[in-house]
């Protein structure tokens, strides 16, 4: 599956909303993507607060923030759906895109999170999310230009964000 996943535009892929209607990755051709698998329950969470304020600075100028909430690693994503927005809209004033919690690691893992690994490898060439808050920053026509890792604070992605806003390179 993995080869078949690299082998794909991203806008070949559809993934599912909270409510668990499809969603073709082709809604966001043309814009800057900066792609995220959460959790409420992790330390990282903190970053939600973060990642709102690039959403807020950057969204209606050519980029979207997808988050993917993810219960893969020490089950620290136990809400669902609407419970997992809302707890993230409270606690951190989200209003990005929240998708339908996913797997993103072996058996049963998101096409879209098989062809970002593959398409973006993490230190020393490595596969696999480690952790969550892995992000994914994807160009405007759709090819990942980079990974960051969990311990990344979202503030130190806005460059490459603006470059790739501005100019599509990175």
């Known amino acids: ?53 690039i959403h807020d600075r950057f969204g209606g100028k050519g980029f979207e923030l997808l988050a993917f909430p993810s219960n893969q690693f020490a089950n620290q994503e136990p809400r669902d759906g609407d419970e997992i927005s809302d707890f993230c809209k409270m606690n951190y004033g989200v209003t990005f895109n929240f998708f339908d919690k996913i797997r993103v690691n072996g058996e049963g893992a998101s096409p879209l999170f098989i062809y970002l690994q593959e398409a973006a490898p993490g230190l020393l060439g490595s596969k696999s999310v480690k952790w969550n808050f892995t992000k994914f920053l994807i160009n405007k026509n759709g090819i990942p230009v980079k990974r960051y890792s969990p311990m990344t604070p979202p503030e130190k992605i806005i460059p490459d964000i603006v470059k790739l806003i501005e100019k599509n390179e990175l």
């Open 1 to 53: 599956m993995k080869t078949e996943a690299i082998n794909k535009s991203i806008y070949d892929i559809t993934v599912k909303a909270k409510d668990g209607s499809e969603v073709s990755m082709e809604k966001y051709r043309g814009k800057v993507l900066l792609i995220v698998n959460t959790a409420t329950m992790c330390g990282f969470a903190k970053q939600l607060g973060s990642l709102q304020d």
